[in-house]
């Protein structure tokens, strides 16, 4: 089973609305962290926002928050006043297990935003 | 966080040949670690680099395939072995040290095989 599912190949937004890009997850380890990153059409990954299992609070970080849903296994990715230059592919990635482990992170398919002015 | 540098950052390769990918990072790391993106998809995690010790590797991918080395906390080499057109993807090297736990990654090495 794929540990990290996205479920929108690609999103077509107008400039200036807010954008949620889906991410479903499964674990069962009970500590965990989820990530956001991007990836524009040069190609380098840019780390966005990071929620923790045990975090009370939905992580915010400018533009981007994480609408965190833990029993539904969820990990959505809103930006707000979207701007052409968020256009590039968005991948959601979990690695298991305490903050600062050994471990990779594992990536979803992706999501593929373009927004249109 | 962390800078890392990969090169190159890319090449056409013939098959059946070798190529090796250089990762700098500008500070010691414990971990570093190789994906692989093929052409419109994911990364995947081919393998982890712990300096001092062999790499270990994710299912699908072997040693002979993809020999890694970690000669010091900064630095680490993958090499693509014997490669096909298949083989044709963008490798990306990456290390932990965010204050999340975030991994930072090079800005890859784009790989043409004929």
């Known amino acids: 089973a794929q540990k990290i599912t996205q479920t929108q190949p690609g999103m077509f937004v107008q400039e200036k609305e807010a954008v949620t890009l889906d991410c479903t997850y499964d674990t069962s380890d009970p500590s965990y962290g989820l990530f956001w990153y991007k990836q524009p059409s040069s190609g380098e990954m840019i780390f966005l926002i990071y929620q923790g299992s045990y975090d009370q609070q939905n992580a915010t970080e400018g533009r981007y928050s994480l609408n965190f849903q833990k029993a539904r296994k969820s990990a959505n990715l809103v930006i707000s006043a979207s701007q052409l230059g968020d256009s590039a592919m968005y991948f959601c990635?979990?690695?298991?297990?305490?903050?600062?482990?050994?471990?990779?992170?594992?990536f979803g398919k992706g999501t593929h935003l373009i927004i249109q002015p | 966080s962390a800078v890392i540098s990969q090169k190159p950052s890319r090449d056409i390769c013939q098959r059946g040949t070798s190529l090796t990918i250089q990762c700098q990072v500008d500070s010691q790391v414990t971990m570093m670690f190789w994906y692989r993106q093929q052409p419109g998809q994911s990364l995947t995690l081919i393998a982890t680099a712990n300096q001092g010790s062999e790499a270990t590797y994710e299912s699908g991918f072997v040693i002979d395939k993809f020999p890694i080395s970690r000669p010091n906390l900064t630095f680490s080499t993958l090499t693509v072995s014997n490669m096909s057109p298949e083989d044709s993807s963008i490798y990306l090297c990456?290390?932990?040290?965010?204050?999340?736990?975030?991994?930072?990654f090079g800005e890859g090495s784009r790989l043409t095989v004929l």
């Open positions: 990635a979990m690695r298991e297990g305490l903050k600062g482990g050994a471990d990779g992170l594992t």
């Open positions: 990456s290390a932990g040290g965010g204050i999340s736990g975030e991994l930072f």
